[in-house]
């Protein structure tokens, strides 16, 4: 062991190497005992600084020392190899030709690196995770509660059941006591008519016994003798018990009859990636305008016109009534067309981060992305229906899509070709979007929420990233002539929604919390398609005039 190191790390006197030192001389960067310092000063070919070592060790970094070289202090950084280094370590052939740096210009940004990592782990990381195991502990405290409700309606369930049973118990008894009555009475009717025989037939012996015993002519010669009569029997009552032939207990049936229990799905879905600091910051704040104005109006040429893709703030795709798609420029003019691979008109369309088209095709189940006008079918379903598409911030697809039969709707997120989340479903297990509507137009929001306009159900269903439903916007108070009928839909810089109501001919604006702000009217021209620039302007297609209307709103 170095003999100026030991277990307790005591500090020695860099010149005499025994004593612990106690000052140190800023201009030469070397530590003394009481005992050198006189020695050191001694020297007077250099300026000398001597300060006590503690005040030192308060205004110095810490160097560390090097690991190769015992007696030095890393002043310098290798950017290369991403380690500090002493002055021999730089001159040895390691490093030689690698990128130095001053330590201490190094450690300033680390240490800028280290506060900016400690600012978010304690204001934005550590809170989320308090914030989660909370939530897990209110579910566990509730839990009790929830399966004791679960438990009641079991019980209540029962009850029902026994109430049924015992109605039915008794009205067999009833009827068992009914058939007893009955086969009682005929008894006792039968038992009747034999007992008048029976008397008859005593008065008849008796009559009889006393004939003979006289032997009186008179008397015997007006006899007439009954015994034919009483030949003939009473008639007989043959009763059949009735029997009760017990059903063997279909236990099947028994509990289809009784409230079925949904199975427990325990499902560890990906955790949210927070966003950095940086990226969550929040963009200029854009006030919306008290008249939103009409910058462009580009006439598509279709008939009618349903929907409309943002490529840059002067071209636009839409798609309408028949195979082709069109890029028009802002002054109408046609830059590319493109059509379906199947010749039939496709569902949707969206622009990816790449500038690439993707168009949804619900006559063979595919979704297809248009590359150097190049169609790449990128997806085929199977017992699903493609619908509506929108590209994500992560250059994701999410696709809404119905069931075959139409009995079940869901939005599928898609990393290329490959599914990588399913959203079908809420918290209860009921559908979060309607079966059997063909309108489901979406857009991914700035706070990576999931807006989907169902039309069918007359309602914004907005979940999280994760699918979890955060609310449901049914429409303003104010719509009075006819209910809230949504169709296009698109999100800003500003995390606004913005959907098409085409009953109603106006835009609802709202916030990211589904909070109504106000509307902008279109006339009488029922918009359909939206999407929004990367300046906030909004696109609108008019189903009507079949024309895209280019709109300063913010």
């Known amino acids: 062991m170095h003999p100026r190191r030991s277990a307790q790390e005591v500090l020695l006197c860099d010149l005499c190497e025994t004593v612990p030192l106690q000052s140190h001389c800023e201009l030469c960067n070397i530590n003394l005992c009481v005992n050198c310092v006189g020695k050191h000063l001694s020297d007077s070919s250099k300026d000398h600084n001597i300060v006590p070592f503690i005040k ?7 160097n560390p020392k090097c690991p190769k070289h015992a007696n030095k202090h890393c002043e310098m950084f290798c950017e290369k190899c991403d380690v500090p280094v002493c002055s021999t370590c730089v001159t040895s052939g390691k490093h030689k030709g690698h990128d130095i740096s ?7 940004a680390k240490t800028e690196s280290l506060q ?3 600012e978010e782990l304690e204001s934005r990381i550590y809170p989320r995770y308090e914030e989660m195991a909370s939530g897990v502990q209110t579910e566990k405290s509730e839990l009790e509660t929830n399966y004791g409700k679960l438990t009641t309606a079991a019980d209540q369930q029962g009850e029902a059941l026994h109430r049924e049973v015992t109605a039915i118990v008794n009205q067999r008894k009833s009827d068992i006591q009914e058939m007893k009555n009955k086969h009682m009475a005929a008894l006792d009717k039968n038992t009747d008519e034999i007992t008048q025989r029976i008397t008859e037939l005593r008065k008849i012996i008796e009559d009889l016994k006393k004939i003979l015993n006289t032997k009186d002519v008179s008397l015997t010669s007006t006899y007439k003798s009954r015994n034919g009569e009483f030949r003939q029997l009473p008639p007989e009552v043959r009763v059949t018990l009735p029997s009760l032939s017990p059903q063997k207990i279909n236990t099947e049936k028994l509990r289809e009859m009784f409230s079925s229990l949904s199975p427990l799905s325990i499902n560890t879905e990906q955790g949210d990636t927070m966003k950095s600091a940086e990226a969550v910051s929040s963009p200029p704040v854009k006030p919306l305008l008290d008249e939103p104005r009409v910058t462009a109006t580009i006439d598509t040429g279709y008939r009618p016109l349903y929907s409309v893709s943002c490529l840059s703030e002067d071209q636009v795709w839409t798609l ?3 195979k082709t798609m069109k890029l028009l420029n802002l002054q109408s003019k046609l830059l590319t067309s493109i059509q379906t691979k199947s010749g039939i008109p496709p569902r949707d369309i969206a622009v990816t981060r790449d500038g690439d088209l993707v168009y949804t095709d619900d006559s063979n189940n595919t979704v297809n992305l248009i590359k150097n006008k190049q169609i790449q079918t990128v997806i085929t379903l199977q017992g699903w229906r493609p619908g509506y598409v929108c590209c994500t911030a992560d250059n994701d697809l999410l696709v809404t899509m119905d069931s075959d039969d139409w009995k079940q709707s869901k939005v599928v997120r898609y990393s290329g070709s490959t599914e990588k989340q399913s ?3 809420d918290d209860q297990g009921r559908p979060l979007y309607s079966s059997g ?3 489901k137009h979406l857009s991914e929001n700035k706070n990576l929420d999931i807006c989907v306009a169902d039309c069918n159900a007359r309602a914004v269903v ?10 449901r916007y049914t429409g303003h108070p104010s719509n009075t002539k006819q209910s809230f009928n949504p169709r296009g839909i698109t999100t800003d810089s500003q995390s606004h ?6 009953n109603n001919n106006r835009i609802h604006i709202l916030d990211q919390d589904g909070q109504f702000l106000r509307y902008i009217h279109c006339d009488k021209y029922y918009p359909c398609g939206l999407c929004v620039d990367i300046r906030d302007n909004l696109f609108v297609a008019e189903f009507d005039t079949a024309k895209v209307k280019k709109i300063q709103y913010l």
């Open 437 to 439: 509507g063909y309108y």
């Open 102 to 108: 001053d330590v201490l210009e190094k450690l300033s």
């Open 56 to 62: 030192h060790i308060k205004s110095t970094p810490n």
């Open 497 to 502: 929604i913005l959907t098409a109501d085409i």
């Open 462 to 471: 907005v979940v999280n990233q994760s699918g979890k439903l955060r609310f």
């Open 423 to 425: 959203i079908q479903f």
């Open 116 to 118: 900016k990592d400690l």
């Open 320 to 322: 309408g009534e028949n």
